[in-house]
C-alpha cells in the first residue's frame, strides 16, 4: 500500500466576529440549533445578541476561521444563568464544528477569550456546561456548584 502524503494544515485563527458580519448567521444557527431551540430561545433574539457583538466591551464574540471559514466560536457576556445573575462575566457559547473538532480549537477559543477578559479588566469568569467539564479543567478551571439548566445537571465552573 503506497501512503499518500498528507496535505499541510491550514492554520487556524482567531479574530472578532465583529469584523465578519459575513457569519453572523452561522453563529447564530450554531448557537440557536445547540442551546436556543431547546430553551424556549428564539433565532431572532440569538442573532441579535450576535449583532451586538463588539470588541471593546460585552458581549464579544470571537471565530475561530480556518481556510476562510468559521469553525468555531465562543461568547464574553455578562449574564449567562439566571440562577446564578449575580455571578458576571461569563465564558458562554462555545461552539466548534463537529469536522474541525479534536483538533485543539476548543482550547484555543478558552484561552483566548480568557486574554479577552483580562484586557477588559476582569479577574474572574464564570460559565456552564453540562458535558465539557473535562475540558475546562484541562484549561485549569474549577466546579464550584451543581446546578440544573433546561439540558441537565451541569456544572458552574470558575477562572
Not at 466591551?57 to 476561521?65: E, V
Not at 462575566?89 to 484555543?108: D, E, M, N, Q, Y
Not at 480568557?114 to 485549569?140: C, N
Request: net charge negative.
Amino acid at each position: 500500500m503506497i501512503a499518500k502524503p498528507m496535505a499541510a494544515e491550514t492554520p487556524v485563527t482567531i479574530d472578532y466576529l465583529e469584523g465578519f458580519p459575513n457569519f453572523l448567521s452561522v453563529c447564530t444557527s450554531w448557537a440557536f440549533g445547540q442551546w436556543g431551540c431547546q430553551s424556549n430561545g428564539s433565532y431572532e433574539q440569538t442573532r441579535g445578541e450576535f449583532e451586538a457583538a463588539t470588541k471593546n466591551s460585552m458581549p464579544l464574540t470571537l471565530i475561530a476561521i480556518e481556510n476562510a471559514l468559521p469553525v468555531g466560536m465562543v461568547t464574553l457576556a455578562g449574564r449567562d444563568f439566571d440562577g446564578k445573575s449575580h455571578l458576571s462575566p461569563w465564558l458562554k457559547s462555545l461552539f466548534v464544528h463537529p469536522f474541525h473538532r479534536k483538533k485543539g480549537i476548543a482550547t484555543l477559543l478558552i484561552e483566548r477569550l480568557e486574554h479577552e477578559a483580562s484586557r477588559l479588566g476582569y479577574k474572574s469568569l464564570f460559565l456552564i456546561t453540562e458535558d465539557a467539564r473535562v475540558l475546562y479543567e484541562k484549561s485549569g478551571w474549577q466546579a464550584i456548584d451543581c446546578v440544573q439548566t433546561p439540558y441537565g445537571a451541569a456544572a458552574l465552573m470558575e477562572k
